[in-house]
């Protein structure tokens, strides 16, 4: 797997992640697609535009062989305001921007160069940007929720919201609840530790280190959202081509 990412425009970095460009080899083992909190606007070689997550759990990796894909991956917390439609139908699915935003997909066919495809991907994001700027309170939020210390419970008095509203604007904005976040960042965190490479370490010092509070939960999470319990996974991770999208 060819996977490279790099720094968005200055312009969209508050609503922008990166941007990335994949090349999907012949005969290779691929990791399925893992939850990172992430929505991303997708152009694929021979198909066109497509829209990735929000994911709660392992999608299949059905990209055909020799395809590249471009892509701009947005912000925890920026998707459903940026894109102008609540995040949450969209879960865990892989919409053709063609069925979202029709008046849009016709710039981006398969035809195209992968150069091409990312710049035009690029100029949409910009454009939905300006005109739906992502919710200050929501990145917020998002950003709060990666300490693994923070109790989720407190979330709605951090950032001066009414736990109806905060649950409201989040699940438009991200595409599901705070606390399904925070556990998807505890396990990305996990995952990191484990293609980190610093050491020998138990699965279990890993699990307390990623904020677990033991293996036990650690193992519920990863079938959760990888399919796999932890000892598994992390013998995939070190066969596979990549850990997400």
């Not at 490279?4 to 941007?19: D, Q, T």
């Not at 604007?169 to 490479?197: D, I, M």
Request: glycine share 12%.
């Amino acid at each position: 797997m060819s996977y490279v990412e790099w720094a968005p425009p200055e312009s969209l970095r508050g609503a922008v992640a990166c941007l990335w460009r994949s090349t999907v080899p012949q005969r290779v083992s691929r990791m399925p697609i893992l939850p990172d909190g992430c929505v991303d606007l997708i152009w694929q070689s021979g198909h066109g535009a497509f829209l990735a997550g929000p994911d709660t759990g392992p999608v299949p990796d059905e990209v055909p062989s020799g395809r590249t894909l471009v892509g701009v991956r947005l912000r925890p917390g920026a998707g459903g305001t940026v894109l102008g439609m609540p995040l949450e139908p969209l879960r865990n699915l892989r919409p053709g921007l063609a069925a979202l935003r029709p008046e849009t997909a016709g710039r981006l066919p398969g035809d195209l160069t992968p150069a091409e495809a990312l710049g035009r991907l690029v100029t949409l994001t910009g454009r939905l940007s300006e005109e739906r700027p992502p919710d200050p309170a929501m990145l917020e939020a998002a950003r709060l929720l990666r300490d693994p210390h923070l109790r989720v419970r407190e979330l709605g008095e951090r950032l001066g919201l009414g736990d109806r509203q905060l649950r409201r604007r989040f699940t438009a904005a991200v595409g599901y609840g705070p606390k399904t976040l925070h556990r998807v960042f505890r396990f990305r965190r996990f995952l990191s530790l484990l293609t980190e490479g610093t050491g020998p370490h138990s699965i279990g010092e890993l699990a307390v280190r990623a904020g677990y509070v033991d293996q036990a939960h650690l193992s519920r999470e990863t079938v959760e959202f990888a399919g796999l319990p932890p000892a598994a996974l992390a013998r995939r991770l070190s066969t596979s081509s990549r850990v997400t999208g």
